[in-house]
């Protein structure tokens, strides 16, 4: 089992930081992606972005540019650092951890989420 705990979240100004963070706890593979999603309410659940272990990187558009996302193998965290905050940036988000069991096979893994608003 892995376990997933987020931190980070809050209010901001429109125009502002925040910085996310998500500590992987339990069997982690040593091969893995993880990737913060986000849910606005009344919105499906998307994708924000993703990193591999080997660090290779995928952002959704509305925030490249803006939004990093970094990791620490040794340590099993997830940051995603957030600059010029949009209100349309509101959400919680929920960090992700996804295991490839065999090809066409994943097993993803969920925290709890954190809130994230931004005020106009």
């Known amino acids: 089992q892995v376990q997933l705990v987020e931190s980070g979240g809050g209010l901001v100004q429109a125009g502002g930081s925040l910085r996310l963070s998500c500590a992987a706890s339990?069997?982690?593979?040593?091969?893995?992606?993880m990737s913060w999603y986000r849910q606005a309410p009344g919105k499906q659940r998307e994708l924000v972005a993703a990193i591999t272990s080997s660090d290779s990187t995928n952002y959704a558009d509305s925030v490249k540019g803006r939004f990093t996302i970094s990791r620490d193998n040794a340590k099993n965290t997830v940051q995603l650092q957030m600059n010029s905050l949009k209100p349309e940036d509101t959400a919680v988000y929920y960090c992700?951890?996804?295991?490839?069991?065999?090809?066409?096979?994943?097993?993803?893994?969920w925290g709890q989420g954190t809130q994230v608003t931004v005020s106009s």
């Open positions: 339990g069997s982690i593979f040593a091969i893995n992606t």
């Open positions: 992700n951890l996804r295991h490839t069991i065999r090809p066409g096979r994943d097993r993803y893994y």
